[in-house]
């Protein structure tokens, strides 16, 4: 708000450190989209009503995931982002928020039993859907090589990655418990998966979530490219479209401290 306020950002590049301005007037960037697994802040720092008010257009992902202290162990609980839900859709249209349910996790703990983050998809899926949202975009998690050494030092747990006969029956269960919600499954950066399952899962969709499209469907024509984004990786399927990143996961750190971040360099 500090950099809405003063009309710019001033964004480090994370390779070199130089700093980028970014004009953040109304006119200059018309539309904020939100990430995050905790708008709590947000609405009880009054920040919406401002914002619009300012003249900016918002949209949001919100990260709904099932309640699992292992995994993420400072988010809030599950009924009080349930309530955010039906909070983000009064102050924006429910198209305007899409809900994520991400990343897939299966893993195994000390005592031999695998575990899982899918045990509280239908009472998610049914609050977005009474507040009007239909999509959830989802993933399987991609362990790199420091979640898998925090994971052994933090919980002797040891994150497992299903075979692709397994991740179609677990989309297929998902598909069976959102589709009569009226709520829409799409992957995130799962190309490969996507092509190995052909047509097994007909509908299962790629997401694209950060759609020109998606913006303009909302809020009206705004003149935007609809070009794709070079730098997002494009190999594995994202198909996202222009846009200019104002986060720093160095100066605006992360409290959730999940078991399977890849970018919060103070974990």
Known sequence: ?????????????PFNGRMARIPADPH???????????YGPFLSGGYGPELLRRGYRLLFHFTVNSENPFLEPNVPPLRERLGQIRRLTALVPPEAVRWRFDPLC???T?????QHNLQDLER?????AEAGIRECITSFAHIYEKVARRATARGSCRFVDPPDSKKQEILAWMLEKLSPLGVRLTLC???????????ALPGLGASLCLSHAWIEAVY?????????????????????????????YRTHRCRHRCLYCYANPVL
């Open 106 to 108: 299966f893993y195994q």
């Open 220 to 248: 009206g024509p705004l003149g935007l490219s609809h070009r794709p984004d070079t730098g997002q990786r494009r190999s594995q399927g994202c198909g996202c479209h222009t846009a200019k990143d104002v986060g720093s």
């Open 110 to 114: 000390a005592d031999g039993r695998l």
């Open 1 to 13: 708000m500090d950099g809405i306020r003063a009309g710019a950002f001033f964004v480090p590049n």
């Open 189 to 199: 950066c799962q190309k490969s998966l996507l092509n190995a399952l052909g047509e």
């Open 28 to 38: 200059a960037a018309p539309v904020i989209v939100f990430w995050s697994k905790d």
């Open 124 to 128: 998610i899926g049914q609050a977005a």
